[in-house]
């Protein structure tokens, strides 16, 4: 079984910037892509951005410029900088791994989430 866990999350102004982390733990073999997706009140859950094990990254539109995602494979961790800060990134952000276990069998593991709220 695989764990994730965010944390980081926190209320700040408009313009400013917060650091987000998540770290996967269990008997993990490898992990293909980990990513950070988010969910506002009332909305679907949105991607943010993904990164592989090579480093390839992915990222919304509304993010890109903004936000920057890094990963510590050794580590098993993920790092999401959120800089300039718009009231609309409100939401509680996810982490998401995938990958496979040492069993081995597939993983696509969710952390609890951490909620992020910009207000002037």
């Known amino acids: 079984q695989v764990h994730v866990v965010e944390s980081g999350g926190g209320l700040v102004q408009p313009g400013g910037s917060l650091r987000l982390s998540c770290a996967a733990s269990g008997s993990i073999f490898s992990i293909i892509v980990m990513g950070w997706y988010r969910q506002a009140p009332g909305k679907q859950r949105e991607l943010v951005a993904t990164?592989?094990?090579?480093?390839?990254?992915t990222y919304a539109n509304s993010m890109k410029g903004r936000f920057t995602i890094s990963r510590d494979n050794s580590k098993n961790t993920v790092l999401l900088q959120m800089n300039s800060l718009r009231p609309e990134d409100t939401a509680v952000y996810y982490c998401?791994?995938?990958?496979?276990?040492?069993?081995?069998?597939?993983?696509?593991?969710w952390g609890q989430g951490t909620q992020v709220t910009v207000f002037s």
């Open positions: 990164i592989t094990s090579g480093g390839s990254t």
């Open positions: 998401n791994a995938i990958g496979r276990t040492t069993t081995p069998l597939n993983f696509n593991s």
